[in-house]
């Protein structure tokens, strides 16, 4: 059995919905031709249809403002939306039903932002009642589309199948008491043949208050539904081919990459690899289930495959992600030599003053570390001032090339950074996992980088890639 899940633009109106369709359609008569393949699923699940859990979040906020007036216009068109798109239910006597929900939710959601704007405060449990909406609305709607498309389905409420911690708007999953549920809500219409629909990003504590799993929590719901029913694979379908080779807004001909390992998902989740969080999907991993990225809009391309391994025959580098807008800072110890407890002061600083630092290098007199938010260095420099002496380089940028091959081939990094060429080499590094080899290069000369390693390692034939995956600045 798979879990399929589609995200926000897979479920974003009445043609998306029907391209899902034709996918379940696909999984199920892909499934029933398996020798030895059981004919039981797929689960889907399903985000909000696009856009709605920031209208619905901006209606928290509007509510919170006192401003009724703003947040009941809100709620009108989103009415109104999901209205229109519960038109891909064909059948009437399905669809009624479905709006009669609909309907019953936005009157609940009106009185519910009444009362928040006499407040004029909406808690942590309000923000995750109203975010909740938009996936328990996406999900009763796909699932009568399905049944009307004779793909016969089953509403799953995932605030009775998922259970969490009472933490909103990042509730953490109980495994054990969601599996307990999974098996009362999700196996009966399983076992019955049906197609068991539920929405991402939605829970319940055990005592039946709405949770929320945090933003893009969607893959988390599929891959904590997958790890709990004990499913063979889980797909993510998305509006992307997959993970790229590289930023193809810097990179001519980036490629998808087939098949990475968890370990180098995570590498490149710092660049920003939009498609999906590796963190997201760790109870699969966990439980050794193959997740496979996949574009809803172009069913024919392959993907991304990520496992917990992957075969050491393929080519031994992923991906090279990047980021640009970092500032490097150089620290000198103003003592002879490092001092005992030099690095231990230093860091110091800069967690007094909220600042993540990225790649460090260091020698035995001075350390550079690089940051993306500068807003706090002149406090940082300041706060050195007393035992180091630093100077900011901005505008420099990060190249991190990633692949399990490094591990094995010695020879692998050394071969990498001779690849890069004359361009000059600000940081270099490299730690103990070896899963990655990460330099800090002029901004100015990231092209010119880029476009040589990637020539050099990944370019093999033209790619039909279209969007960026891995190496998007994050908040890009
Ligand atoms: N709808 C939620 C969000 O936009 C969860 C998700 O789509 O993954 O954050
Ligand atoms: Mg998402």
């Known amino acids: 059995m ?7 633009t897979s479920v974003a109106d009445q043609p998306a919905i029907e391209r899902l369709i034709a996918l379940v359609r696909a999984e199920r008569q892909a499934e029933a031709q398996t020798e030895g393949g059981d004919a039981r699923g797929p689960v889907v699940v399903v985000s909000a249809l696009s856009g709605v859990t920031d209208r619905l979040l901006g209606v928290a906020a509007l509510a919170g403002s006192g401003d009724v007036e703003g947040a009941r216009t809100s709620l009108q068109d989103l009415r109104a939306r999901h209205i229109k798109v519960s038109e891909v239910i064909k059948d009437q006597s399905l669809r009624q039903p479905v709006v009669d929900s609909l309907n019953r939710e936005f009157d609940e959601l009106e009185r519910v932002v009444t009362a928040l704007a006499v407040l004029q405060e909406v808690s942590p449990r309000w923000l995750d009642a109203l975010a909740a909406t938009g996936e328990i609305l996406s999900s009763q709607i796909v699932a009568a589309a399905l049944t009307s498309h004779k793909l016969l389905a089953s509403y799953v409420d995932s605030r009775k199948a998922v259970v969490t911690d009472g933490e909103h708007t990042a509730a953490a999953p109980m495994f054990e008491e969601t599996t307990a549920a999974l098996m009362t809500h999700a196996d009966p219409p399983l076992a019955a043949g049906r197609i068991p629909v539920m929405g991402g990003f939605v829970g319940a504590t055990t005592s039946g208050v709405t949770t929320t799993l945090g933003r893009g929590g969607s893959d988390f719901s599929a891959a904590i539904v997958g790890a709990c029913l004990g499913a063979s694979e889980i797909q993510i379908w998305t509006d992307v081919d997959g993970m790229l080779t590289a930023d193809p807004r810097i990179v001519k001909n980036p490629q998808v990459v087939p098949h990475l390992s968890f370990a180098e998902a995570s590498e ?22 193959p997740v496979r990225i996949l574009n ?37 110890s103003t003592r002879m030599l490092m001092a005992h407890g030099f690095l231990r002061r230093l860091f110091e600083v800069f967690e007094r003053f909220k600042t993540p630092v990225d790649v460090v290098t260091t020698s035995e007199v001075s350390v550079s570390v690089t940051i993306d938010d500068a807003r706090r260095l002149l406090s940082i420099i300041e706060g050195l001032s007393g035992f180091a002496h630093a100077e900011r380089e901005d505008q420099m940028a990060i190249v991190c090339v990633v692949g399990d091959g490094l591990h094995d081939d010695p020879q692998l990094a050394a071969n990498v950074l001779r ?10 590094s490299q730690a103990a996992s070896r899963r990655n080899i990460t330099f800090v290069i002029r901004e100015a000369d990231l092209p010119a980088a880029l476009g040589r390693v990637h020539e050099k390692f990944f370019a093999t034939q033209p790619s039909l890639a279209s969007r960026a995956t891995v190496g998007k600045p994050v908040g890009a």
Do not use: C, W
């Open 2 to 8: 798979k879990v399929m899940k589609f995200g926000g």
């Open 268 to 289: 490149l989740a710092y660049f920003g690899a939009k498609v999906l969080h590796p963190a997201t999907i760790q109870p699969a991993v966990a439980r050794n289930i």
């Open 296 to 332: 809803s809009h172009r069913a024919t391309a392959r993907g991304t495959l990520i496992t917990g391994e992957r075969p050491k025959a393929d080519r031994p580098l992923t991906a090279v992600a990047s980021k640009k807008g970092v500032t490097v800072v150089d620290i000198t």
């Open 419 to 428: 690849s890069v060429g004359d361009v000059p080499l600000r940081m270099v």
